[in-house]
């Protein structure tokens, strides 16, 4: 029983006093946004993540400003990012997030702010026990405390990887889309086009022209020309060359 309300007792004394929010953001396009955080005591650590999620390349620009307006850290184009820094003054802490570089994307942002008071919790005790063992319980407590916040890092780091690689083959899906729209439109209008020119060639050709000239339109000239050459050169008793030409002759 003593063992048990030891064990409880450590697992306190591991958990500091903390604030902590966790949030999604859709940010729009040349967006800027902030979000407060509020700082009691000095001394304090303060715990800052963010990963962009979805939208352009997957990047942002990022402020972290003190109060008085005293900027802590900032940077742009990352896609995450992970701060711990102390709190040298009391008041309120600001982070902003800017998407002042897209144009037209949205940017999906998962982000935690967390304040901790470094206040533990005092020990149980109990007349007689022995320091060594409330040493290797709070050992094995501390150990557990870092294995459970390694799974925590390590499920955000996977979500936000499935969550990019979603983002990524959605926008390869629309545009394969578009470009099969696109090239099925041209495929239609160029054999469209094929069709006009083919049609506008031979009506020129049916429509003949007055006193024997080449018409204005080009294939019935190649035939006109054609013909004429063909009666210079051919015999009269050419059969072949005589159904060409009257084959020709249609045309012209």
Same mark, same amino acid.
Request: hydrophobic content about 40%.
């Given at each position: 029983?003593?063992?048990?309300?030891?064990?409880?007792?450590?697992?306190?004394?591991?958990?500091?006093?903390? *604030?902590?929010?966790?949030?999604?953001?859709?940010?729009?396009?040349?967006? =800027?946004? $902030?979000?407060?955080?509020?700082?009691?005591?000095?001394?304090?650590?303060?715990?800052?993540?963010?990963?962009?999620?979805?939208?352009?390349?997957?990047?942002?620009?990022?402020?972290?400003?003190?109060? *008085?307006?005293?900027?802590?850290?900032?940077?742009? =184009?990352?896609?995450?990012?992970?701060?711990?820094?102390?709190?040298?003054?009391? *008041?309120?802490?600001?982070? $902003?997030?800017?998407?002042?570089?897209?144009?037209?994307?949205?940017?999906?942002?998962?982000?935690?702010?967390?304040?901790?008071?470094?206040?533990?919790?005092?020990?149980?005790?109990?007349?007689?026990?022995?320091?060594?063992?409330?040493?290797?319980?709070?050992?094995?407590?501390?150990?557990?405390?870092?294995?459970?916040?390694?799974?925590?890092?390590?499920?955000?780091?996977?979500?936000?990887?499935?969550?990019? @690689?979603?983002?990524?083959?959605?926008?390869?899906?629309?545009?394969?889309? @578009?470009?099969?729209?696109?090239?099925?439109?041209?495929? +239609?209008?160029?054999?469209?086009?094929?069709?006009?020119?083919?049609?506008?060639?031979?009506?020129?050709?049916? =429509?003949?022209?007055?006193?024997?000239?080449?018409?204005?339109?080009? $294939?019935?000239?190649?035939?006109? +020309?054609?013909? @004429?050459?063909?009666?210079?050169? $051919?015999?009269?008793?050419? =059969?072949?060359?005589?159904?060409?030409?009257?084959?020709?002759?249609?045309?012209?």
């Amino acid at each position: 029983m003593y063992a048990a309300t030891l064990f409880l007792g450590l697992l306190a004394s591991t958990i500091s006093l903390v *604030g902590a929010t966790t949030l999604n953001y859709k940010l729009e396009a040349n967006e =800027k946004a $902030c979000f407060y955080a509020q700082v009691e005591q000095v001394d304090a650590k303060v715990a800052f993540y963010f990963a962009v999620q979805t939208g352009g390349s997957f990047d942002i620009d990022y402020t972290v400003v003190g109060p *008085g307006d005293k900027p802590i850290v900032d940077g742009t =184009k990352e896609r995450q990012g992970d701060f711990v820094f102390t709190a040298q003054s009391v *008041g309120e802490y600001r982070f $902003c997030f800017d998407n002042d570089m897209s144009t037209f994307a949205e940017k999906m942002v998962n982000f935690e702010i967390s304040v901790e008071n470094e206040q533990r919790a005092q020990l149980p005790s109990k007349q007689g026990a022995s320091p060594e063992q409330a040493s290797a319980l709070e050992e094995s407590v501390y150990k557990v405390s870092a294995a459970l916040s390694t799974i925590l890092r390590n499920q955000k780091y996977f979500r936000t990887r499935e969550n990019r @690689n979603f983002s990524t083959v959605r926008s390869t899906e629309q545009r394969i889309f @578009n470009f099969s729209v696109i090239e099925s439109l041209m495929i +239609i209008a160029m054999a469209g086009l094929q069709v006009f020119i083919v049609r506008f060639f031979f009506q020129g050709a049916r =429509k003949g022209t007055s006193l024997g000239y080449p018409s204005i339109y080009p $294939c019935r000239s190649i035939f006109f +020309i054609s013909t @004429n050459f063909l009666q210079a050169m $051919c015999d009269d008793d050419d =059969k072949i060359c005589q159904r060409i030409i009257y084959f020709f002759s249609f045309f012209v």
